[in-house]
């Protein structure tokens, strides 16, 4: 779980940062990326899991286990010190 003042909320997204707790094969990360999720990605996983927030932050809070269990499972495709930017297509929507 994060500490929500981790959050940067922007007005075109929201700027995070996690750090990956397992390994993957022989690579293991020892960084915290940089990650970044927009709004209108945000807008678009709250539709699909019936989400009743409407601002961007709640959303986030809402959903934070998914958005970060994405991105820690995506760190391994970006090097320390890129910004690791989640879309929508990222997330197993089962419905799609």
Known sequence: MMNYSDLDVTTSGINFSVQPTFRFGSRR???A???????????????RR???ASLPE???????????????????????GK???LRYKNFIVMDD
């Open 29 to 31: 990360n020892l960084f």
């Open 33 to 47: 990326p940089h990650c970044y999720v927009s709004n209108e990605t945000l807008s678009e996983l709250a539709a």
């Open 58 to 80: 709640e959303i986030f809070r809402q959903l934070e286990n998914e958005i970060t269990g994405a991105a820690a499972r995506l760190s391994h495709a970006v090097g320390a």
């Open 50 to 52: 019936n989400c009743k």
């Open 83 to 85: 910004l690791l930017e």
